[in-house]
């Protein structure tokens, strides 16, 4: 019985995973948001440097990498919205 279980909820899940992808193919719930969100990197000394391949970092620093940013990009977030 156990096994019959098992093998009901995982087509279950396998069909309803498909289910979620074919609709999300078909109509692009995402890319139809009302607004883009531009994201770009300002000009920077540091960029230039960078973009040149002239930048060297310093072996002794320590360096912490930090992910993300203080702005949510999201699909369909309207610019007076974000913080």
Not at 8 to 34: A, H, M
Not at 60 to 80: A, F, H, P
């Amino acid at each position: 019985m156990k096994t019959i279980k098992f093998i009901l909820y995982t087509c279950l899940f396998f069909l309803v995973g498909e289910l979620i992808v074919r609709i999300d193919l078909k109509y692009d719930l995402l890319n139809s948001s009302p607004s883009k969100i531009e994201v770009k990197i300002e000009e920077s000394e540091l960029r230039r440097e960078i973009e040149q391949g002239h930048f060297i970092p310093n072996s002794s620093q320590t360096r912490i990498l930090v992910i993300g940013d203080s702005y949510i990009n999201g699909g369909g977030i309207s610019i007076e919205n974000k913080f």
